[in-house]
T-cell receptor, first 112, second 114 residues
Framework: KQEVTQIPAALSVPEGENLVLNCSFTDSAIYNLQWFRQDPGKGLTSLLLIQSSQREQTSGRLNASLDKSSGRSTLYIAASQPGDSATYLCAAAMDSSYKLIFGSGTRLLVRP | GAVVSQHPSWVICKSGTSVKIECRSLDFQATTMFWYRQFPKQSLMLMATSNEGSKATYEQGVEKDKFLINHASLTLSTLTVTSAHPEDSSFYIC??????????FGPGTRLTVL
């Protein structure tokens, strides 16, 4: 059974710092991995999707990498801003149904 | 972009009543829709997978007679919580998938059962 873990559970950084959020999964046979952002009381915003054949994806200040062999993905946020404060969730799709298994999330606070 | 809406955004109901939540893909046809629930400060748990015109597939431990899912068209899926009780109070989120692999999520529905 696939398990997705995210560390750290919470992170507080000053504005401008570069930071890395970690996501690990126990079963490397994934179809894809997605990173999401969730603001309090809101739904999820898709940030990046990495196909199983890809190693990384970039969008603006965000870069996500995928290493299936080690069961890890990282989300790199460059030059963090207070507006980046949110909970970041990673999720793995395990089969052709594309059902997502979510990690528990990292709550990020970027201090002005 | 791909926009998914949910209605209502929040609902308060009395114990024993039924509540229907709609999930719509506004600018694309969704091959599959998914329903999740999220408890405070916890992650999302998949409840069921819904394909247009067929019965929903429920995850282990989810009561299909309590959480009725209807996927009437490629742009609309509904979740009905029947005979709701306080323990059903939660944040319910749907997502929709196009032909590609990416899922797009709705804004969620906050259900409070008194």
């Amino acid at each position: 059974k696939q398990e997705v873990t995210q560390i750290p559970a919470a992170l507080s950084v000053p504005e401008g710092e570069n930071l890395v959020l970690n996501c690990s999964f126990t079963d490397s046979a994934i179809y894809n991995l997605q990173w999401f952002r969730q603001d309090p009381g809101k739904g999820l915003t898709s940030l990046l999707l990495i196909q199983s054949s890809q190693r990384e994806q970039t969008s603006g200040r965000l870069n996500a990498s995928l290493d299936k062999s080690s069961g890890r993905s990282t989300l790199y946020i460059a030059a963090s801003q207070p507006g980046d404060s949110a909970t970041y969730l990673c999720a793995a799709a395990m089969d052709s149904s594309y059902k997502l298994i979510f990690g528990s999330g990292t709550r990020l606070l970027v201090r002005p | 972009g791909a926009v998914v809406s949910q209605h209502p955004s929040w609902v308060i109901c009395k114990s024993g009543t039924s509540v229907k939540i709609e999930c719509r893909s506004l600018d694309f046809q969704a091959t599959t829709m998914f329903w999740y629930r999220q408890f405070p400060k916890q992650s999302l748990m998949l409840m069921a997978t819904s394909n247009e015109g067929s019965k929903a597939t429920y995850e282990q431990g989810v009561e299909k007679d309590k959480f009725l899912i209807n996927h009437a068209s490629l742009t609309l899926s509904t979740l009905t919580v029947t005979s709701a009780h306080p323990e059903d109070s939660s944040f319910y989120i749907c997502s929709a998938r196009r032909d590609g692999q990416e899922q797009f999520f709705g804004p969620g529905t906050r259900l409070t059962v008194l």
